[in-house]
Nanobody
Framework: QVQLVESGGGLVQAGGSLRLSCAASGRISYTTAMGWFRQAPGKERDFVAGIRLSNGWTNYGDSVKGRFTISRDNGKNTVYLQMNSLQPEDTAVYYC???????????????WGQGTQVTVSS
């Protein structure tokens, strides 16, 4: 199994920024893509961003395009999510995910982290 550990969540005011980190360990040989999902209370878990580890290709959910940026450090087996211009509707638990391809990551990740809370106040 691949273990994913998120960090960097917290409380910020609207318009502020946060950077989330996700470190992968364990059996990562079949992990070619990593990314982020989020889930607000009473709502579905939605795709936020994903990245192909080999070449850095990315995909973003429509609601975060232009505000969030995903990146990776392959030497550290870590991905990051830089979140700028945060708004109250971004408040959610953010989950790191990993999968065998960027395409399937969006719908069916193979591994999940436990999540980190992001709260944006007005």
């Amino acid at each position: 199994q691949v273990q994913l550990v998120e960090s960097g969540g917290g409380l910020v005011q609207a318009g502020g920024s946060l950077r989330l980190s996700c470190a992968a360990s364990g059996r990562i040989s079949y992990t070619t893509a990593m990314g982020w999902f989020r889930q607000a209370p009473g709502k579905e878990r939605d795709f936020v961003a994903g990245i192909r580890l080999s070449n850095g290709w990315t995909n973003y959910g429509d609601s975060v395009k232009g505000r969030f940026t995903i990146s990776r450090d392959n030497g550290k087996n870590t991905v990051y999510l830089q979140m700028n211009s945060l708004q109250p509707e971004d408040t959610a638990v953010y989950y790191c995910a990993a999968g065998p391809s960027l395409g399937v990551l969006i719908t069916t990740p193979a591994s999940w982290g436990q999540g980190t809370q992001v709260t944006v106040s007005s």
